[in-house]
T-cell receptor
Framework: SQQGEEDPQALSIQEGENATMNCSYK?????LQWYRQNSGRGLVHLIL?????REKHSGRLRVTLDTSKKSSSLLITASRAADTASYFC????????????FGQGTTLQVKP | DTGVSQDPRHKITKRGQNVTFRCDPI?????LYWYRQTLGQGPEFLTY????????KSRLLSDRFSAERPKGSFSTLEIQRTEQGDSAMYLC?????????????FGPGTRLTVL
């Protein structure tokens, strides 16, 4: 399978704590993206990091990318109950392809 | 609302029936994608269009599946002779090739249940 892995599969934390999710992929990439999905709904794009970038910030989100290890991490700081959702990493392969390959997701529960 | 829209949001059908889903992308986007997502899994790529041309198809897209994008605007995904294994969420996304990012923007999905 081309799908990578996300770790942990499930994470439960208290409001105000930080949440870290990890993603590993198998191929060379053009960029890597993180999406959020609330239960039974569509995906919301959170952040994109290109293969020549190592770290990127957006509000309470911090993404890192290590292409030598084929891995990425998403850190959500000062989590809120509204952050409860599933989080997916996805990557666009190198070359002229439009195909996003998704990880299997991390389910985050933030308890108030 | 200028996001990606999908219709219907839910579809329940009996095995063997044909179903058709519609996706309207963000108006200036020239790429349109279809994905399928089963419970507890990440989305899996099915196919994508650049304008009217279908550029890539997954092996998941069996002969019973067909997608079109006439005139490079909306797209339809048809499943013929549905099977219980087709039950899933079907997601559509669009993007603009040549823009600043390759971000794909997703619609709310069509949840298909085959009885």
């Amino acid at each position: 399978s081309q799908q990578g892995e996300e770790d942990p599969q499930a994470l439960s934390i208290q409001e105000g704590e930080n949440a870290t999710m990890n993603c590993s992929y198998k191929t060379s990439i053009n960029n890597l993206q993180w999406y959020r999905q609330n239960s039974g709904r569509g995906l919301v794009h959170l952040i994109l990091i290109r293969s020549n970038e190592r770290e990127k910030h957006s509000g309470r989100l911090r993404v890192t990318l290590d292409t030598s290890k084929k891995s990425s991490s998403l850190l959500i700081t000062a989590s809120r109950a509204a952050d409860t959702a599933s989080y997916f990493c996805a990557w666009l392969g190198s070359g002229n392809t439009g195909k996003l390959i998704f990880g299997q997701g991390t389910t985050l529960q933030v308890k108030p | 609302d200028t996001g990606v829209s999908q219709d219907p949001r839910h579809k329940i059908t009996k095995r063997g029936q044909n179903v058709t889903f519609r996706c309207d992308p963000i108006s200036e986007h020239n790429r349109l994608y279809w994905y399928r997502q089963t419970l507890g899994q990440g989305p899996e790529f099915l196919t994508y269009f650049q304008n009217e041309a279908q550029l890539e198809k997954s092996r998941l897209l069996s002969d019973r599946f067909s997608a079109e994008r006439p005139k490079g605007s909306f797209s339809t995904l048809e499943i013929q002779r549905t099977e219980q294994g087709d039950s899933a969420m079907y997601l559509c996304a669009s993007s603009y090739l040549g823009g600043f990012t390759d971000t794909q923007y997703f619609g709310p999905g069509t949840r298909l249940t085959v009885l």
